[in-house]
């Protein structure tokens, strides 16, 4: 069982800048990759970033060159860096953790309660 605790989410003009916290507690192993998920209004929940224990990382095409993911194994905690914010990045964002990148968005790994992220002048 692992606990998920996220925060950083919030307003923020188009351009700006956010970054997210995933803390988690529990099982190690459930932990081996995390990432985040994000449900755009009105849309299907998709796959934002994600990052094993040693290192390795995806990224959606869309967010590619403006978010970065990065993890603190010592704390167990995952970090999303959100820069150029652009409207479409407006979602509920929810943190996902795992025991691989493979069984990561599905109901085998923990989830977050999720975190509202708004770009909006």
């Known amino acids: 069982q692992v606990q998920l605790a996220e925060s950083g989410g919030g307003l923020v003009q188009p351009g700006g800048s956010l970054r997210l916290s995933c803390a988690a507690s529990?099982?190690?192993?459930?932990?081996?990759?995390m990432g985040w998920y994000r449900r755009p209004p009105g849309k299907q929940r998709e796959l934002v970033a994600a990052?094993?224990?040693?290192?390795?990382?995806n990224y959606a095409d869309s967010v590619k060159g403006r978010f970065t993911i990065s993890r603190d194994n010592a704390k167990n905690t995952v970090y999303l860096q959100m820069n150029s914010l652009k409207y479409e990045d407006t979602a509920v964002y929810y943190c996902?953790?795992?025991?691989?990148?493979?069984?990561?968005?599905?109901?085998?790994?923990?989830w977050g309660q999720g975190t509202q992220v708004t770009v909006s002048s």
């Open positions: 996902n953790a795992a025991i691989s990148i493979g069984s990561m968005g599905g109901s085998s790994g923990s």
């Open positions: 529990g099982s190690i192993v459930s932990t081996n990759a």
């Open positions: 990052i094993t224990r040693g290192g390795i990382r």
